[in-house]
């Protein structure tokens, strides 16, 4: 009969042909495509330095012994005043389009969320993941759901909108050059919110130096964080850098000696700078988001966004952020009450660095 079971090495050719399916070619050959997706997983779920055998990747396997389900699972170490406490993301749900996908993605979270973990997180969720979830006594987590942009060039973001459709594509093209002049004088004019000035603050991209000796005091005084190891940070990085399109770019803002945060984001080819991480203390936010906007600007930059830190959601506010939701959502289930309760107050530290985008391929 059809079973879920947990993901074994021996399953990587079918689990990448899955992958193949569902997400497509990406525009390499077949035979390069399937070697990749085979590297990319193994990478994942089965080499990762914090691997554990308690915490498997599952697969939904029919009588046939066809592979027609993959549900992947990362672990996170992260505290509860100051406890330690098992955390598991989970990533990139496949189900042949061919088979009962709504059964197999159901049968697939089930196994997941009655894992041992005390904490079960899935961020880049689609809506049907979230009734799924739901359906299973997970909770959305609406807070940490929400998304803010900060328009750098708002004349040519709009342009953006305007080449997707192709009857005004044409538009676009002739209103680019006016564009580029509204933004270029509303980004030069002082009392614009628009304006971009120097920040009187030094940077430097030496993140892997700073980050495990400064991350403690820059969480929050929140009950619930991730915890970081050397290797495990690295093999993040790694993973942020591998994405295919990916641009990383990494500060490190600096007041003479004295760290006041840092940020992490990702430069796309629509010009939009994707955060994954902002760290600061309420009395540095404010120079770090200025610093952010402004060396994103300088490099093209057409807006700046980024999933919301509630913690942060009044400095976002001063420096005239927008707030939205744009699609995915962060759903959250756990052990206990108060893990929950903890993971859904503004305090905790969760970051996209932390969860699935650094899974993508």
Not at 43 to 51: Q, V
Not at 206 to 232: C, I, K, M, N, Q
Request: aromatic letters at 10%; hydrophobic letters at 40%.
């Amino acid at each position: 009969m059809s079973r879920v079971r947990p993901f074994v090495r021996t399953d990587l050719p079918q689990v990448a042909r899955l992958h193949l399916m569902v997400f497509g070619p990406g525009g390499r050959s077949d035979a390069d495509t399937l070697e990749s997706r085979c590297a990319h997983l193994s990478r994942l779920f089965i080499d990762h330095p914090a691997g554990d055998a308690d915490l498997p990747c599952f697969v939904y396997e029919e009588d046939d012994g066809r592979i027609v389900g993959f549900l992947g699972v990362a672990p996170r170490r992260m505290s509860f005043d100051g406890r330690p406490l098992q955390a598991a993301i989970s990533s990139q749900t496949l189900a042949d389009p061919t088979s009962r996908t709504v059964l197999v993605s159901v049968e697939l979270a089930k196994a997941f969320l009655d894992g041992p973990q005390d904490l079960s997180i899935s961020d880049q969720a689609t809506d049907g993941a979230r009734e799924i979830w739901e359906g299973l006594g997970g909770t959305t987590a609406h807070l940490h759901s929400i998304y803010w942009t900060r328009p750098l060039r708002p004349a040519q973001l709009a342009l953006t909108f305007l080449r997707n459709r192709i009857s005004l594509a044409p538009l676009a093209a002739m209103a680019d050059p006016l564009a580029r002049i509204v933004d270029a004088v509303a980004t030069r004019l002082r009392h614009s919110h628009l304006y971009q000035a120097t920040p009187p603050v030094s940077i430097d991209d030496r993140l892997e130096e700073t980050f495990l000796t400064w991350h403690p005091e820059f969480a929050g005084a929140g009950s619930l964080r991730v915890e970081y190891d050397d290797l495990t940070f690295k093999w993040l990085l790694e993973r942020c850098a591998q994405r295919r399109a990916a641009t990383l770019h990494k500060a490190v803002i600096r007041n003479e000696r004295q760290v006041m945060g840092w940020y992490l984001y990702d430069l796309n080819r629509t010009g939009i700078a994707d955060v994954l991480q902002i760290a600061a203390k309420p009395d540095s936010i404010h120079d770090v988001l200025d610093n952010l906007f402004y060396r994103a600007w300088r490099q093209g930059a057409l807006a700046v966004t980024g999933r919301l830190e509630p913690r942060f959601m009044q400095a976002f506010s001063d420096k005239y952020c927008l707030f939205h939701r744009r699609g995915p959502w962060m759903l959250v289930s756990a052990r206990k009450p108060e893990f929950l309760r903890a993971f859904l107050s503004e305090g905790v530290s969760f970051s996209r660095l932390d969860g699935e985008w650094c899974l993508g391929y």
